[in-house]
């Protein structure tokens, strides 16, 4: 979702077209010191913070506690807006920050219905005393930067906005806030919610569980491995959970009410805003190798992170130092960072470096509830609706309340936005009369956790014995870990609090794939996974670990962690690269890492092309497209034509096969998983799946279906980029477009967008490619929705070679030649030095600033 607000182009443009000068002045003003001495109440002692040509910081103190105090002063400074619009979206306050908006309250109703902030709250009394210390530092620096300060000298995002609303001085950030920003996180990195009510909504329209499972396959390992094999995981002698082969019957999911409370609650949690990325297009590139393949003799690192795209970027790249490193100091870190955490979430010290995927494993269960009156059926009996008030405040109008309903598996979901319409007044199943159904949501986030523990732990990692511990504590979001270390070895691990189910017998599946009877006491949760029990390796004898989102291990090894995997063709073209480039003795350094991470293979090329060049089209104009494939060479670089001319096809055929089956709105969005149905169903010419349900009379078969697709593609191609296929790119389709939150969206006025949002770039890649610009093909649009949020290769032979970019730039600020300066170099591929050592980071420095006490 993208919020936008409305604001009075007279106004604006009175306010800040009339005069030049006044404009600059405005855009400007935010604009921080970054050099020279400032006064920082709180600190023991002075610190320097040193900024690099592209405004990256390096902030160098003696104390942990000064370091960062120096953080979250540096923090405000660059990006506290982001900051702030992240805190009004995680506490359900955002009608607060920006007025009477529709998708504001939305947001704001599911939000409050979750219980973010109240379990943040929780989350607070159980971190670690030094956790909580570093909050309080982080939270002190920023509120140091903001005393005194009116909202137009902090961001112009404020002086905007105060066009339209009241705008007072921004609160004090407490440290509560950043733990807050934790479930915006892991809602985004949550796992197969998307699949498990998309399986529900798709039975309602094919209504076969085989045709359902036809278009969720299994993942293949036969063709794409797994992250670890049996062998490798050093966890695998532990006995898989449970899982079983039963749930609601076929019948009752295909009842109306149910089904409409399905759709109430997909419509509740699409309200939420993506502060992270949502959608197939989320996930990473990570990958270690170890001394005996690279040209330094130790271990490479390299990690991209897939996210949503947006200006300013999810990333804030910074170096934290102690000035010498000890128990009341232990830091010496540097890499990325959000805005609003203290420490480094993905980066290297002295002697470990790691990197981050999205696990994806099921941590979230929908739960069909039976609802009698006020309360729901449980075994035999009833047990009651808890239920709260929850009173949210709008900006420049009257507040809004809402009920919020829970059950013991965690808050109902589908009554939030729809004013309890999902609940129906029909009879409830087995002869009970009742008042309908409602879907509650069970997610291991609204349980207090220890991530904040997790994300500085790592910061000081050493070792093995340290990630383990980092993975006992990172509960939420799931997370691979991959992990070199400085003496030479590499490792994976596996964190992450997954829920054990219980194998009950019946129609469908009971392990988590679809939605679950919340009236049967057998479908609860049943605990969760031994952190011992989750897989991980040391030092695998291939001296390679590849996790970009597919299978963790082999099926039946290991405890169940899901069935919705990526599909692995990304991860695959991974390993076989570096299997091909260290074979018979061949290295790979820090260059060679960068240039894979900027692959641009097509893998469904690979799948598709061979069959599309097998038919004859049989007319001269529309058979130019066809041609182009026929010398292509399956890269989706941004000059080509014939990957331009691809991607309309594997779009036709998505929606020539498919889109008759589906929901409304439940379009193929083309990612790996269509990749591997199609893969499938490319051996079965005559499945149903080919055929259009929309032509009675006519039976459509595979070839009649890849022609068409071919056929509509090069008219397609013509009336958008012209007749002559030579004039065609994949970079004039496939455009990535950053938006600012709230206001970069085309209600706004057009200056304000060239202000806030960078100018569109176009790219090559693609989804299920290693550069990994994600698409979706069920919008009609080529648009970028997903992309390497940043980029890092990380040599543990010499740390001042190792490289790094992120999406747009360091800065916060639309004004500052730092808010998009890295996005060319990010969107050619290119990457910057990374300076480690002292000296190096010195030699490096443009600008210095001193805080005093």
Known sequence: MRLSVLVVAIVLVAALVVSVVGAVVVIRRPLPQTSGTLHVPGLSAPVTVTRDARGVPTITATTSADLFRAQGYVAAQDRFFEMDYRRHVTAGRLSELVGENADALAADKVIRTFGWRRVAEQEWQTVEPSTRAALQAYADGVNAYLDGKAPSQIAVEYTVLGLQVNVRAPEPWDPVDSLAWLKAMAWDLRGNYDDELERA????????????????????????????????????????????????????????????AIVSASAAVDAVPHLVGDGAGVGSNSWVVSGEHTASGKPVLANDPHLGISAPGIWAQVRLRCAQVGTQCPYDVSGFSFAGMPGVVIGHNDQLAWGLTNLGADVTDFFLERVLGDAVQVDDGTEPIVTRTETIKVNGSDDVQIQVRSTRHGPIVSDVVDDLAAVGDGPVPDGTSGHGYAVSLAWTAL???????????????????????????????????????????????????????????????????????????DYDWQGYVDPAQMPHALDPASGIIVAANQQVVPRGTGPYLTQDWDYGFRSQRIRDQLEAATSDGGKVDVASMGALQYDQHNPYADVLVPALLSLDIGNTFDDDGQQLLRTWDRVSDKDS????????????????????????????????????VVRRLLDDPDSPWWDDRSTPGVVEGRDEVLTRAMVSARRQLTARLGRDPKDWSWGKLHVMAPEHPVLGGDSVPAIVRRLVNPTPIGVGGGSSIVDATAWDASSGSFDVTA?????????????????????????GHPGSKHYTDQLGAWAAGRTFAWPFSAAAVQADAEQKLTLQP
């Open 641 to 676: 034509p014939a990957a331009a001319y691809f991607a309309a096809v594997w779009a036709n055929v998505l929606e020539l096969a498919f889109d008759d089956d589906l929901p409304d709105g439940d379009g193929p969005s083309g990612d790996s998983r269509w990749l591997e």
């Open 201 to 260: 909504r798709t039975f309602e329209s094919v209504r076969d569980v085989d045709k359902v499972d036809q278009l969720f396959p299994e993942y293949p390992q036969d063709v794409n491995a797994p992250i670890l094999t049996a062998k490798e995981d050093d966890a695998a002698t532990a006995t898989a959970a449970a899982h079983g082969d039963a749930t609601i019957t076929s019948a009752e999911l295909r009842s109306g009410d149910v089904q409409r």
């Open 447 to 521: 349980q207090p956790g220890h991530t904040a523990d997790a994300l500085l732990a790592i910061d000081t990692a050493k070792d093995a014995d340290d990630i383990a511990r980092v993975g006992r504590l990172l509960e939420v979001p799931s997370q691979n870990i991959v992990f070199a270390t400085a003496d030479g070895h590499i490792g994976y691990q596996a964190p992450g609090r997954i829920p054990l189910r219980a194998k009950v017998a019946g129609e469908l599946p009971s392990d988590g794939t679809w939605p679950r009877p919340g009236w049967d006491s």
């Open 787 to 811: 992309a390497p949020s940043m980029r890092m290769v990380v040599d543990l032979g010499d740390l001042d070679s190792s490289t790094w970019v992120t999406l747009t730039g360091t800065s």
